[in-house]
């Protein structure tokens, strides 16, 4: 068969002058060892939690002396729009209507529209002055105690993987949540309750799902325990037994588990096994009393809306008081979920059209049972020691979509926000454009975002890492460092 490409031969003088270039650099090379002249390369030390596996959720110390010892994480699914909500931009109202300039044709959902302006009135909040939209009137009356971080970038405009990356570091499936690297390097507070709980929205859950809360690579018993104020964990009830039995029964089976241990103490698994059923007979008695929303006041219920005649706006509210008491009990990781999976903003904040209504619909939800939340949290003397965390997995553009009623996705410049223990209050870092559009001002990724949640939880994310299939894999990758202007 004849060759159809030509073979490039390589000449004597050719030769001479790739080997002359090669001895040269190899010289240099060698000189520059020898002078220690190349750089060092640093590899963190990774640090292994030691986690006994009859207790794998006992309390463990941080790295370095934490700000928080807790997280709250408010999760907006389906990416609220920052311009309309958080980050003011006066020139939105000189250009509203005009063709947005530089802008591509066709954007993530379809071709592209005009400029429009907030449709939601701002003005300054606190003492801050901070500008911040009418939606959520209860959360603007906050934002001295909030901290802004308006120069977010993301890494996938699709849900699914930009709440994976969001949540996990990743925009693949199979990598552990932030709460599962947090559980497993700092165990619980309470060894009665799961140590990181997920409630879900009460109209469903999230593009992800159990991805947002889920362990990956690392040991199951990590992973987030998934219930809600109106779906509590399933099989808390013995069945066919009365009580007294019952107890009877889950003492000699905690005789016989632990004696099947003494023969066999090497067996880790079998250590965990019943650990976790151990729990789960602790759980009986705590969970029950932990549900029981009738202990609050009239007045406390009034206040986060749990007497609303919104019926999804009165679920929530009652999660939003079962995150509280999650806390207040010792509960590490409390995820709380605004917005299901579904397009078309009916049932999260994904409005590309309709974004007044369905904005507006969503807003209501979230806004005064947040807001009571996070007031009760900071009367308790709970924010001392919580780091809250308000975030959406993306935001949104300045100009319309061609329907002309709502906004497509932006991954380039977002708005999410902390407050409580290790955080400055009242103030905003970074900045978009003048149109809202791209992060032009102390830029960060959410590598960035997630390295500082836990530095303020003690823990040294370059560090933090799990040996899985040839590689220490760790929350932020290879990438992220920590956003020091927000600590206090």
């Known amino acids: 068969m004849k060759c159809t490409h030509p073979v490039q031969q390589l000449g004597r003088r050719n030769f001479l002058s790739n080997f002359a270039t090669s001895a040269g650099g190899i010289a240099l090379s060698h000189l520059l060892a020898r002078d220690g002249l190349y750089a060092a390369e640093e590899k963190p030390t990774p640090f292994r939690p030691s986690i006994d596996p009859a207790r794998p959720f006992a309390k463990r110390q941080p790295h370095f002396a934490a700000k928080a010892e807790q997280v709250l994480m408010i999760f907006c699914a389906g990416a609220v729009s920052h311009i309309d909500t958080w980050d003011y931009k006066p020139e939105l109202y000189k250009h509203h209507g005009q063709v947005p300039p530089n802008a591509p044709k066709v954007t993530f959902e379809g071709p592209i529209g005009n400029l429009a302006q907030p449709f939601w009135e701002f003005k300054p909040r606190g003492q801050c002055g901070k500008m911040i939209s009418n939606l959520m009137p209860h959360l603007a009356e906050l934002a001295d105690d909030i901290c802004f971080i308006h120069s977010l970038t993301a890494k996938n405009s699709a849900h699914t993987q930009a709440e ?68 509590p964990p399933q099989n808390l009830r013995a069945q066919g037994f009365k009580e007294g039995s019952n107890k009877t029964t889950v003492d000699l089976l905690t005789k016989l588990n632990h004696e099947h241990l003494v023969r066999y103490p090497g067996d880790t698994d079998l250590a965990a096994r019943i650990s976790s059923y151990e729990l789960a007979g602790r759980m009986q ?54 917005g299901a999976y579904a397009s078309g903003g ?127 894999r760790r929350l932020t990758d290879v990438h992220g460092h920590v956003i020091e202007d927000i600590l206090a």
Request: contains cysteine; glycine residues 10%; proline residues 4%.
């Open 285 to 338: 008695t705590s969970i029950p009393s932990l549900m029981d929303l009738t202990q609050e006041s009239a007045k406390t219920l009034d206040s986060y809306g749990v007497n609303s005649t919104n019926t999804i706006k009165a679920e929530y509210a009652r999660n939003c008081l079962l995150a509280r008491r999650l806390l207040e009990q010792g509960v590490r990781v409390v995820q709380l979920f605004n």
């Open 164 to 231: 994976n990356f969001l949540s996990t570091g990743f925009t693949f499936e199979g990598y552990p949540s932030l709460g599962a690297w947090t559980t497993y390097a700092l165990g619980t507070i309470n060894e009665n309750l799961p140590s990181f709980v997920a409630i879900a929205d009460p109209r469903g859950r999230s593009q992800a799902g159990p991805n947002n809360w889920g362990s990956g690579f690392l040991p199951a018993t990590f992973q987030g325990t998934a219930f809600s104020a109106s779906e």
């Open 346 to 472: 009916k049932l999260n904040w994904d409005s590309h059209s309709e974004i007044v209504k369905s904005h507006g619909t969503h807003a209501e939800i979230l806004d005064q049972p947040t807001a009571a939340l996070l007031n009760d949290l900071k009367q308790r003397g709970q924010l001392a020691k919580t780091l809250v965390v308000w975030c959406t997995e993306f935001g949104r553009l300045p100009f319309m979509q061609a329907n002309g009623t709502g906004r497509d996705h932006n991954i380039d410049g977002f708005t999410c926000w902390l407050m409580g223990a290790g955080v400055k209050p009242g103030i905003s870092i970074g900045s978009t454009d003048e149109l809202g559009w791209k992060a032009i001002e102390n830029v960060k990724t959410l590598y960035d975002f997630n390295a500082t949640l836990l530095h303020l939880l003690g823990l040294d994310h370059t560090r933090l890492s799990y040996y899985f299939n040839g590689t220490e």
